[in-house]
T-cell receptor, first 111, second 115 residues
Framework: SQQGEEDPQALSIQEGENATMNCSYKTSINNLQWYRQNSGRGLVHLILIRSNEREKHSGRLRVTLDTSKKSSSLLITASRAADTASYFCATVWNRDDKIIFGKGTRLHILP | GAVVSQHPSRVICKSGTSVKIECRSL??????MFWYRQFPKQSLMLMATSNEGSKATYEQGVEKDKFLINHASLTLSTLTVTSAHPEDSSFYICSASRRYRGEAFFGQGTRLTVV
């Protein structure tokens, strides 16, 4: 079963703008990960944030984690056309290393 | 990161036949492998968890007799879709992890089309 919920489900922004996607989950986690998937393709791992971390950066990506609210956000700064894809948060539960995916956000960058 | 190879990347089969998908961890020993299914424009749904040398654990609603999983070694897990039907057409993705490391590595996925 899925435990992550992304918000919004779809997002269209102009190239150069920042894109923010949110994710909420239900249970205690070991870590939370964000993935990108281009249409019909495999997953690309973007970033992993552990439960004891609050913020993490990687290039144009910034991820925050609030374990008290069971939520995370992914910020993509200075968006590019190549960022057009679906983005999924995924949580890893402490006990069995299962990775459970949220429903995803479809991001479309307008030229 | 570690490399997980999934094969084949695409397969077309006739209704009623069986299809086997392989998932290999190339440069590490995977104590656990997971199999996911993804329908168009939807998220990845976990189907089952496969531990080396033991029976797979299936998620609720997944038919274990239809989706046979074998994890015979620390580097190979297979998913066999038996008596495939058109509704089994989907994108199947495997992932492999090392126990309690909290990180998994994904294969490239297999697009199955049943005609």
């Amino acid at each position: 079963s899925q435990q992550g919920e992304e918000d919004p489900q779809a997002l269209s922004i102009q190239e150069g703008e920042n894109a923010t996607m949110n994710c909420s989950y239900k249970t205690s986690i070991n870590n939370l990960q964000w993935y990108r998937q281009n249409s019909g393709r495999g997953l690309v791992h973007l970033i992993l944030i552990r439960s004891n971390e609050r913020e993490k950066h990687s290039g144009r990506l910034r991820v925050t984690l609030d374990t008290s609210k069971k939520s995370s956000s992914l910020l993509i700064t200075a968006s590019r056309a190549a960022d057009t894809a679906s983005y999924f948060c995924a949580t890893v539960w402490n006990r069995d290393d299962k990775i459970i995916f949220g429903k995803g956000t479809r991001l479309h960058i307008l030229p | 990161g570690a490399v997980v190879s999934q094969h084949p990347s695409r397969v077309i089969c006739k209704s009623g036949t069986s299809v086997k998908i392989e998932c290999r961890s190339l440069d590490f020993q995977a104590t656990t492998m997971f199999w996911y299914r993804q329908f168009p424009k939807q998220s990845l749904m976990l189907m089952a968890t496969s531990n080396e040398g033991s029976k797979a654990t299936y998620e609720q609603g997944v038919e274990k007799d239809k989706f046979l999983i074998n994890h015979a070694s620390l580097t190979l897990s297979t998913l066999t879709v038996t008596s495939a039907h058109p509704e089994d057409s989907s994108f199947y993705i495997c992932s492999a992890s090392r126990r309690y490391r909290g990180e998994a590595f994904f294969g490239q996925g297999t697009r199955l089309t049943v005609v």
